[in-house]
């Protein structure tokens, strides 16, 4: 349905910023929401942040509401995530999902039918 590519990973020191990009095409119109988790190795894939495409309406993990700005662009088919204030617990790689157009749970991973290959972002002093 649409093709994902995630930007802006890196290794930063605790108390950075960073900002993850995502660039979305194919049939971007069919979507309902858009994304952001992460995994890290041995732990499933959670839920950080996302939203619904045309409302642009957010929801947040309690872990980094307040650090992290998730934001889209329609007119250039972009999906953003500001990570402010770092930890080393969010430490991960990061993933952009897409769902399909039905109107679904935005923190669900179920949700969610394209994915994109993941950036990783790395935070250690």
């Known amino acids: 349905q649409v093709q994902l590519v995630e930007s802006g990973g890196g290794s930063v020191q605790p108390g950075a910023s960073l900002r993850l990009s995502c660039a979305v095409s194919?049939?971007?119109?069919?979507?309902?929401?858009l994304g952001w988790f992460r995994q890290v190795p041995g732990m499933e894939r959670e839920f950080v942040a996302g939203?619904?495409?045309?409302?642009?309406?957010?929801y947040y993990n309690d872990a980094v509401r307040g650090r992290f700005a998730v934001s889209r662009d329609n007119a250039r088919n972009t999906l953003s995530l500001q990570m402010n204030r770092l930890k080393v617990a969010d430490t991960a790689v990061y993933y952009c999902?897409?769902?399909?157009?039905?109107?679904?749970?935005?923190?669900?991973?179920?949700?969610?039918?394209?994915w994109g290959q993941g950036t990783r972002v790395t935070v250690s002093s």
């Open positions: 999902a897409a769902s399909g157009p039905e109107q679904v749970p935005v923190s669900y991973s179920e949700s969610y039918i394209d």
């Open positions: 939203l619904i495409r045309m409302d642009g309406l957010t």
């Open positions: 194919g049939r971007p119109e069919k979507v309902y929401a």
